[in-house]
T-cell receptor, first 115, second 109 residues
Framework: DAMVIQNPRYQVTQFGKPVTLSCSQTLNHNVMYWYQQKSSQAPKLLFHYYDKDFNNEADTPDNFQSRRPNTSFCFLDIRSPGLGDAAMYLC??????????????FGPGTRLTVL | GQNIDQPTEMTATEGAIVQINCTYQTSGFNGLFWYQQHAGEAPTFLSYNVLDGLEEKGRFSSFLSRSKGYSYLLLKELQMKDSASYLCAVKDSNYQLIWGAGTKLIIKP
């Protein structure tokens, strides 16, 4: 089945210790997104890639970086995690950008705990 | 600013019908999405509306009124597995998705 895969599902890190979350997709979609979602809040868009074109949201902290080495994979790097970065990190994909009907499909998420 | 409003929490009975409302104020409109999100899991796509009216898909229906900036998700014949959060999201003039915080739906036997 075509899908969006995220690893790991659960990640525990220490305050200030860098962490990398990964996402892969077999849907052959052009666009990939990283969201941060805290409990009972709306997903917050951090980055998105249209193919290899990188788009950083204006209010995404510098502590967060992303890489998309090829169309199937995308990584989220948190350089120095703080307690406020504990959240669910969701990866999503969509076929194209700039089209109203384009639907985003989500991976299962990585829950990050910062000790 | 851009804003999506949904009730924080609703409770309904198994077998009944529930309507979850969403109002929005966005810069432009290119469609409205409803997603279902079970606790600790990722959102899954339910419906998309871009024209006024009702879209029916099995037990779930979604309605849109663009002039009123209003949508609702209607769930019929509620089942215990429908206990989840339901998120409303609107695509603005830049085709960016603006998300609501979601409505937590609790189903009681």
């Amino acid at each position: 089945d075509a899908m969006v895969i995220q690893n790991p599902r659960y990640q525990v890190t220490q305050f200030g210790k860098p962490v990398t979350l990964s996402c892969s997709q077999t849907l052959n979609h052009n666009v990939m997104y990283w969201y941060q979602q805290k409990s009972s809040q709306a997903p917050k868009l951090l980055f998105h890639y249209y193919d290899k074109d990188f788009n950083n949201e204006a209010d995404t902290p510098d502590n967060f970086q992303s890489r998309r080495p090829n169309t199937s994979f995308c990584f989220l790097d948190i350089r120095s995690p703080g307690l406020g970065d504990a959240a669910m990190y969701l990866c999503a994909t969509s076929m194209v950008a700039g089209v109203g009907t384009d639907t985003q499909y989500f991976g299962p998420g990585t829950r990050l705990t910062v000790l | 600013g851009q804003n999506i409003d949904q009730p924080t929490e609703m409770t309904a009975t198994e077998g009944a019908i529930v309507q979850i409302n969403c109002t929005y104020q966005t810069s432009g409109f290119n469609g409205l999405f409803w997603y279902q999100q079970h606790a600790g899991e990722a959102p899954t796509f339910l419906s998309y509306n871009v024209l006024d009216g009702l879209e029916e898909k099995g037990r779930f229906s979604s309605f849109l009124s663009r002039s009123k900036g209003y949508s609702y998700l209607l769930l019929k014949e509620l089942q215990m597995k429908d206990s989840a959060s339901y998120l409303c999201a609107v695509k603005d003039s830049n085709y960016q998705l603006i998300w609501g915080a979601g409505t937590k739906l609790i189903i009681k036997p």
